[in-house]
T-cell receptor, first 115, second 109 residues
């Protein structure tokens, strides 16, 4: 079904440890995004990619880095996790990117808890 | 500035009609999206409006007024499975989506 999978789906870690979340797609879409979702907030863009090795920052990029070495994989890394990074992280893909009709398809989400 | 406002929660009765409003103040505009998100699941695309007026898709319709910075999602013949959060997002001049916090819709029998 999905064409977009995230791993891990759930993770509990301690403050100061590094964490990597993986997003894998089988749709060959050019654009990939990482969002976080927190109660009382809309989805907030962390980083996005418009091609292999082409990435850019979103509105809440501090404390996060990304890499995209293959079309199908987009990794989100928290170099040193903090409690404020406890959240649900969604990966999304789209075909069009810089176009009005830019429909996103989301992964199932990764719930991260930083103690 | 960029701001999206929608009610936090609404309650409606099975079989009825409900209208979920969304107002936006984004500088630059490239369209208004609605997504549905069931609890614990991923958002899924419902509709996209870029021109003024009403777009109908089965039981769901979406309306846009660009001059008023206003949109609504209309759900008819409500079913229990429509219980979900409904996310409004507008696309700014850089083609980035600005998301509202979502409206949690509770359907009662």
């Amino acid at each position: 079904d999905a064409g977009i999978t995230q791993s891990p789906r759930h993770k509990v870690t301690e403050t100061g440890t590094p964490v990597t979340l993986r997003c894998h797609q089988t749709e060959n879409h050019r654009y990939m995004y990482w969002y976080r979702q927190d109660p009382g907030h809309g989805l907030r863009l962390i980083h996005y990619s418009y091609g292999v090795k082409d990435t850019d920052k979103g509105e809440v990029s501090d404390g996060y880095s990304v890499s995209r070495s293959k079309t199908e994989d987009f990794l989100l890394t928290l170099e040193s996790a903090t409690s404020s990074q406890t959240s649900v992280y969604f990966c999304a893909i789209s075909e069009q990117g810089y176009s009005g009709a830019n429909v996103l398809t989301f992964g199932a989400g990764s719930r991260l808890t930083v103690l | 500035g960029q701001n999206i406002d929608q009610p936090t929660e609404m309650t409606a009765t099975e079989g009825a009609i409900v209208q979920i409003n969304c107002t936006y103040q984004t500088s630059g505009f490239n369209g208004l999206f609605w997504y549905q998100q069931h609890a614990g699941e991923a958002p899924t695309f419902l509709s996209y409006n870029v021109l003024d007026g009403l777009e109908e898709k089965g039981r769901f319709s979406s309306f846009l007024s660009r001059s008023k910075g206003y949109s609504y999602l209309l759900l008819k013949e409500l079913q229990m499975k429509d219980s979900a959060s409904y996310l409004c997002a507008d696309m700014d001049s850089n083609y980035q989506l600005i998301w509202g916090a979502g409206t949690k819709l509770i359907i009662k029998p």
